[in-house]
């Protein structure tokens, strides 16, 4: 009673102090603001084992938490690995937002109940959060795979970090909960799930990502968003494009595009002519996303050097039709198609080494020269659609208008009924541009021709082209044809269209498949041989027997005078192996 008392004390100073846990809260994204009130919260169970040995401390025990520890420590349930899990906070679901957002203020709690029993702090690295309060900066996280989760393993180090300090934080408690099983005998592999209680927000580091995790090759391009540089990632070893706004985006027209971008990005997903996202994140109110890097740069970096042929038009109007489509069929819309947005890679011949070993493996085996010509292929340039900060849903649109050389007129005019249509006129456009009949119009009567149903022809392109693209940037949105239209034209269907690239993009898809199954028959040839093996170790002495008698009798019926000396042989290897 006089304990539960002493607790009740505490009531005044803990709301004050959740107050300014709240505020932490509030700065930390990952941290849900709705937080239950601190008190029925405490864990009390866990503190049983943060509280001194009986022998050592006995004083320290009378504190209210650590009498509320043993009360519940029967109803607990034992769901330590799960608990140790959400420490790592992803996914964040309300629920573990809301768990996140106890754990400050049971924090809060406990460092009142630590300075209200005057208890003696003494340096210890975890939990992180606890400190903050105290104007301590949170260095780093506890990563369970790095060596540095090592120490926390470390039996000893951790009981004393935490053993007799008097704080009631979940995290702690999982730890705690795992030192309890251990001391009921459940063993030290339990310890290893101790994670530091959250894991730091970005802004509490105040260590650029950026900076951290890349290193900068070079400036590869600048938009009127962005800056896009080419950058290595330290651990992993690959090659990324880092697009990172010029201005800071907070509040202003910037953010909402590049929060577009990264939603559109996370919904689009992996599609071969998307660029590919990898993640975003902020820093200095800088937003900064990290997309597949396309080595073969932008269609208006290629185009300002020489126009593309029919052959090559139709190869990128395959494949932008095609990303098209994958956009349009989740209710997307891109509304900034444009060759700057245009992005290029270029593949060697696929798995070309990997294909020379095999040929090499498989002229032993009377395959000569089959896959030799396979390996001479030449590059393969797929073209993916890049810079989704204009992305908008065709059910609730919000359009921001994107470049004007490639906008249809119904866009200017507000009329956002047929946004697929949007984006065939100025995939239309950029055709035409690549063609050769750039540089496209800002405004004027040029302009204006373009939008009227007045594309010229262009002497480079065959009739059907010039149609294909007439149609495309028709004035009545109606009219023009939709990506799977454009996708099963049979410009781009027939066997003549088919450029040399095509052609090597379907072989290489043959050659893969070749490889699958080249490697199967060598598993099964390697299967057939253990077995074969297997077979003669395994046999036994009558087996042997049997087999050498078999032999001995076909050979007496072929070589009649010759048998009874092998057949005496044979007697006495049967008789040596049985003994
Ligand atoms: N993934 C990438 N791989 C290679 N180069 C890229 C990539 N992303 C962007 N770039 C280069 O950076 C330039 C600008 O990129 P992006 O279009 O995404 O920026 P932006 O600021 O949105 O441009 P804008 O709004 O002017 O179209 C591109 O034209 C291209 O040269
Ligand atoms: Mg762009």
Excluded at 329 to 356: A, C, E, R, W, Y
Excluded at 559 to 576: A, E, F, H, Q, Y
Aim: include cysteine; proline fraction near 6%.
């Amino acid at each position: 009673m006089h304990e539960m008392e002493a607790f009740r004390k505490l009531q005044p100073e803990r709301k004050q102090d959740a107050d300014s846990s709240q505020e932490q809260i509030e700065l930390n994204s990952s941290v849900e603001m709705r937080s239950p009130s601190p008190v029925c919260h405490i864990q009390p169970r866990k503190l049983r084992f943060a509280s001194p040995p009986i022998d050592e401390e006995p004083q320290k025990r009378s504190s209210p938490i650590h009498t509320r520890s043993s009360a519940a420590a029967a109803v607990s349930p034992p769901y330590r690995k799960v608990r140790a899990l959400r420490l790592f906070d992803t996914p964040a679901t309300p629920k573990t937002i809301l768990q996140k957002s106890r754990n400050h203020l049971s924090a809060a709690v406990a460092a009142d109940v630590a300075r209200k029993n005057q208890i003696e702090e003494r340096p210890r690295s975890l939990p992180l959060h606890n400190r903050v309060k105290d104007n301590f900066q949170p260095q780093w996280n506890v990563n369970p795979f790095t060596p540095d989760s090592f120490l926390a393993r470390n039996k000893k180090r951790c009981r004393t970090q935490f053993g007799r300090d008097n704080l009631s934080n979940r995290s702690l408690q999982i730890f705690l909960n795992s030192e309890e099983e251990k001391d009921d005998g459940e063993g030290d592999e339990n310890v290893e799930l101790v994670q530091a209680p959250k894991r730091l927000a970005l802004q509490d580091t105040n260590i650029s990502r950026y900076q951290k995790e890349f290193l900068e090759i070079s400036l590869i391009g600048i938009g009127e968003f962005g800056l896009v540089y080419q950058c290595l990632n330290r651990l992993d070893g690959c090659v990324y494009a880092i697009k990172k706004s010029i201005k800071p985006v907070a509040g202003s027209f910037f953010e909402k595009r590049a929060l577009n971008e990264v939603w559109a990005h996370a919904v689009l997903g992996k599609h071969d002519n998307v660029v590919r996202y990898y993640s975003a994140w902020a820093e200095d109110n800088h937003m900064l996303i990290q997309n597949e890097y396309c080595n073969g740069g932008s269609l208006q970096s290629l185009i300002q050097k020489r126009c593309l042929v029919e052959s090559e038009l139709k190869i990128l109007l395959l494949h932008v039709a095609e990303g098209l489509r994958y956009i349009h069929s989740n209710d997307l819309v891109h509304m900034d198609l444009k060759s700057g947005n245009i992005f290029l890679t270029k593949m060697p011949s696929l798995h070309k080494s990997n294909t020379l070993t095999m040929a090499k493996e498989f002229y032993e085996d009377g395959m000569d020269g089959i896959y030799e010509e396979l390996s001479n292929t030449e590059c393969i340039t797929t073209y993916k659609i890049g810079d989704l900060g204009h992305v908008t849903s065709v059910k609730e649109p919000h359009v921001e208008e994107g470049d004007c050389r490639y906008l249809p007129f119904e866009i200017l005019q507000e009329d956002f009924s047929n946004l697929f249509k949007a984006d065939i006129f100025s995939l239309g456009m950029t055709l035409f541009e690549a063609a050769g009949g750039g540089p496209l119009p800002k405004n004027g009567p040029e302009w204006q021709k373009l939008r009227n149903g007045e594309v010229p022809n262009l002497p480079t392109l065959s009739t059907e082209f010039n149609e294909l693209i007439q149609l495309m940037t028709h004035p009545d949105p109606e009219k023009r044809p939709s990506s799977t239209s454009i996708f099963n034209h049979p410009i781009l269907s027939s066997m003549e269209s088919k450029s040399k690239s095509q052609l090597n993009q379907e072989l290489t898809i043959e050659k893969r498949k070749n490889e699958i199954l080249l490697r199967k028959l060598r598993e099964a040839k390697k299967l057939l041989k253990q077995y074969e093996q297997n077979e003669r170790v395994n046999q036994t002495p009558t087996a042997i027997m049997e087999q050498r008698c078999l032999r001995s009798y076909s050979r007496k019926k072929n070589t009649p005078c010759k048998m009874g000396g092998l057949r005496d042989s044979n007697k006495n290897v049967i008789n040596k192996l049985n003994y």
